[in-house]
Antibody, heavy 117, light 107 residues
Framework: QVQLQESGPGLVKPSETLSLICTVS????????WSWFRQPPGKGLEWIGN???????NYNPSTKTRVTISMDTSKNQFSLKLSSVTAADTAVYYC???????????WGQGTLVTVSS | EIVMTQSPATLSVSPGERATLSCRAS??????LAWYQQKPGQAPRLLIY???TRATGNPVRFSGSGSGTEFTLTISSLQSEDLAVYYC?????????FGGGTKVEIK
């Protein structure tokens, strides 16, 4: 059973970089698709991007210029960096895994990141 | 970008009754569609993938149908624990996109 856990600061200042790590247990990060999503308070889900094949990435054009997703296979972790954040980036951030093409069957519990000075 | 539109926004159903949720894609996505259930304060849970395949561990009362641009999630006999928001997601092309969700209320 794959389990995912997000970690990182819950508060980030405007214009700074949001950094989150997703630690994976119960499965190897070297296979399947690994993604980041976010959900602003009271709103719907947004896909941010994903990584697979030990390094290939796809990003949502809405945040593509500010996003970097990377993985550390030695630690079985993948990470999200979102630069130049504003209040609009305040959201619950989820990491997730897809073992059925790009339908995501494993999710972390989510972590709330607030952008505020 | 493929736009996913869900209807209705809110659905109120009595326990034991059938609930029918709709999802429409702005262009054909074949059967590359997933349905998720999100209960308050929880992460989304995969219910259906490939438009009609029930994900492991989900009750048989949840079923999906459709292809191309029109899709349906049916809850055959609504239970109180089905109170949630349901999202459809297409994975036919980048970027992956979600519908706005349907909130299912218990009447």
């Amino acid at each position: 059973q794959v389990q995912l856990q997000e970690s990182g600061p819950g508060l980030v200042k405007p214009s700074e970089t949001l950094s989150l790590i997703c630690t994976v247990s119960g499965g190897s990060i070297s296979s399947n698709f690994w993604s980041w999503f976010r959900q602003p308070p009271g709103k719907g889900l947004e896909w941010i991007g994903n990584i697979y094949n030990s390094g290939t990435t796809n990003y949502n054009p809405s945040t593509k210029t500010r996003v970097t997703i990377s993985m550390d296979t030695s630690k079985n972790q993948f990470s999200l960096k979102l630069s130049s954040v504003t209040a609009a980036d305040t959201a619950v951030y989820y990491c997730a895994a897809a073992t059925n093409w790009l339908a995501f069957d494993y999710w972390g519990q989510g972590t709330l990141v607030t952008v505020s000075s | 970008e493929i736009v996913m539109t869900q209807s209705p926004a809110t659905l109120s159903v009595s326990p034991g009754e059938r609930a029918t949720l709709s999802c429409r894609a702005s262009q054909s996505i074949s059967s590359n569609l997933a349905w998720y259930q999100q209960k308050p304060g929880q992460a989304p849970r995969l219910l259906i993938y490939a438009a009609s395949t029930r994900a492991t561990g989900n009750p048989v009362r949840f079923s999906g149908s459709g292809s191309g641009t029109e899709f349906t999630l049916t809850i055959s006999s609504l239970q109180s624990e089905d109170l949630a928001v349901y999202y459809c997601q297409q994975y036919s092309s980048w970027p992956l996109t979600f519908g706005g969700g349907t909130k299912v209320e218990i009447k």
